[in-house]
């Protein structure tokens, strides 16, 4: 394998993993939980997508034909993670977790509440 | 086209690709395999299923498109940012964002692209379904926010579908 291309690969995983950490990061360092939803749902898009695009590099270089079934892991990943991240945000609306006290725009969320009863 | 044991041709060839790269071979024994879901899986979702909008203008779909995977990177990096930086920097806010498109399906693509792009996460849809609540990390102007992404995500939904 060419030294150029395992430089881009070796540099696509260490991106990928990069970003993978910084979600990870975010979800313990950030403080209520609508603000920790942020940065799993966003940071690991980019940094599975850099792996993805590393391993479809190296797969190809390696068996001599276009690995493919990166791409369905990444669509898949693109399908799901707003779909989770919109689940997750409901389950917390209507469990009433706590905001800290800066977020603005609470009264939003306590309408909603007081029209609707946890009936959902 | 639309014979009973295909009641839904497009996806069953969705389906029957889906298959075959995740086997990641080209066999006929994939292929009867993918062949039997596709034809089998449409008819046991189809209590479920709602019919997607007609894509009328796929020029500018593949335009949003390209936005959208371009937005997702400037989004990785502002939340690494906002991740990495003061916590006490952070505004979060909620925020309602009235919705003019009509078609189910078509929220649900506003919605998964208000995720995945910078500062916002989708949080809730109103009960009359005209309102999507949307929480984000840094705000110091909800109006132009809610500008922004009306302009930059559902006017070319609702010229792309008919709605």
């Known amino acids: 394998m060419p030294v150029l291309l395992e430089l881009v690969i070796a540099l696509l995983l260490l991106t990928g993993a990069l970003f993978t950490l910084i979600g990870a990061i975010g979800l313990v360092k950030l403080t209520d939980f609508y603000m920790r939803l942020h940065a799993p749902t966003k940071a690991t898009t980019l940094g599975l997508g850099a792996m993805l695009i590393g391993s479809m590099l190296y797969f190809t270089q390696l068996h001599g034909e276009l690995s493919v079934h990166e791409l369905l892991i990444a669509l898949f990943l693109f399908l799901t993670a707003p779909v989770s991240a919109h689940m997750l945000a409901k389950a917390a609306l209507h469990l009433r977790l706590p905001t800290i006290a800066r977020t603005s725009g609470r009264e939003l969320v306590a309408d909603d509440d007081a029209s609707d009863p946890r009936s959902r | 086209m639309r014979t009973k044991l295909l009641p839904r041709p497009l996806q069953s060839l969705a389906l029957l690709l889906t298959w075959l790269l995740l086997a990641n071979e080209f066999s006929l024994g994939q292929l009867l395999l993918g062949a039997l879901f596709a034809v089998v899986l449409p ?25 959208v995977l371009g937005d997702i990177v400037v989004a990785n990096l502002q939340v690494a940012r ?28 506003l919605a998964s692209i208000v995720t995945l792009t910078p500062g916002t996460v989708s949080a809730d849809l109103s009960r009359d379904r005209r309102h999507l609540l949307i929480h984000t990390l840094t705000t110091d102007d909800c109006d132009t926010l809610v500008r922004v992404i009306k302009q930059r995500y559902e006017t070319p939904l609702r010229e792309a579908f008919e709605c």
């Open chain 2, 43 to 67: 008819q046991l979702v189809a209590p479920f299923q709602i019919s997607a909008p007609r894509v009328r203008r796929l020029s500018v779909l593949a335009g949003l498109v390209v936005r």
């Open chain 2, 82 to 109: 906002n991740v990495l930086g003061r916590n006490s920097q952070l505004r979060p806010a909620f925020i309602s964002l009235p919705l003019d498109i009509e078609h189910d399906v078509a929220k649900v693509m």
